[in-house]
């Protein structure tokens, strides 16, 4: 891939210089906090309103670890993907717009290399706000209940959740190689988002799914029995570089 390192660290440097990365670590490290915090007071807060508010009361499971968990997953889960389609949507739809792209590809760089760049640099960003939002919020796991989870499993947790951000950001990226718009771009992920829950609830191939493998990611925070999960993961493992594949066949067709 020829001008792979000139094009990433180029890359790197829009991400700074734009506050794209800083932004969202700062999502992650927020819902990171959140979500230890949310299960741990929220019962104690409903409770409190209700009894000011002549009886009203909702019915809200008390804390634990397995509550926590979920709060953590879901919080850095959705606020993730969101991350991940706003990185990537324009990441080739505007420079194609702005002519930035035959620009850049004059010099001596390699579509593929081009793709590659922002592929990586997205989800580098990803990787850290990644560790630092699943590290707050263990952290303050270890602060707010008696026991924690597993490291090991917390850490694989972690590296699927990332991986499984990875692969909406190279479905995006091919949306955003497809069109000229960012925002069919992004229409691009969220349909895919859509398919793949829905995907995922169907038995035999419902597991393979991106979205599917945050449930044996979870128990394996809990240091529980994930089930068969390597067939998914390998699924997984190999479907962003066949999305990246697909991108570069698409993109080095194109007139730009």
């Keep these: 891939m020829m001008g792979l390192g000139i094009l990433l660290r180029k890359e790197l440097r829009e991400q700074l210089r734009t506050n794209r990365f800083i932004a969202v670590v700062a999502v ?11 299960d741990r007071y929220m019962k104690e807060l409903v409770d409190a309103i209700g009894s000011q508010s002549g009886g009203f009361s909702i019915a809200v499971p008390p804390p634990s670890l397995a ?3 979920v709060q953590i997953d879901k919080n850095l889960s959705q606020f993730g993907i969101i991350c991940a389609l706003l990185l990537a949507m324009g990441s080739v739809a505007w420079e194609k717009e702005r002519g930035t792209a035959g620009m850049i590809l004059t010099k001596p760089a390699s579509r593929a290399a081009f793709l590659a760049a922002k592929l990586i640099a997205i989800s580098a960003t990803l990787g850290v706000a990644t560790i630092l939002g699943t590290g707050v919020a263990y952290i303050y796991t270890l602060l ?24 909406f950001t190279a479905i995006t990226l091919l949306g955003s190689t497809l069109t000229r718009s ?23 191939i419902g597991p393979y799914m991106p979205s599917s493998l945050g449930e044996p990611a979870r128990a394996l925070a809990m240091g529980q029995d994930p089930g068969w ?6 699924f997984n493992l190999a479907l962003v570089p066949a999305l990246f594949v697909i991108s570069w066949l698409v993109f080095r067709r194109q007139e730009l």
């Excluded at 992650?28 to 949310?38: A, E, Q, R, S």
């Excluded at 960012?182 to 038995?203: D, E, F, R, T």
């Excluded at 999960?229 to 390998?234: D, E």
């Design 28 to 38: 992650f490290v927020l819902f990171g906090i959140l979500g230890p915090l949310t």
């Design 67 to 69: 509550g926590d968990l």
């Design 144 to 167: 707010l209940y008696p026991t924690a989870f597993s490291l090991a499993g917390y850490a694989a947790m972690a590296a699927l959740m990332w991986w499984i951000l990875v692969a």
């Design 182 to 204: 960012a925002i069919a771009a992004a229409g691009v992920g969220l349909v895919a988002l859509l398919i793949m829950g829905i995907v995922g609830a169907l038995p035999v």
């Design 229 to 234: 999960i390597l067939g998914p993961v390998l």
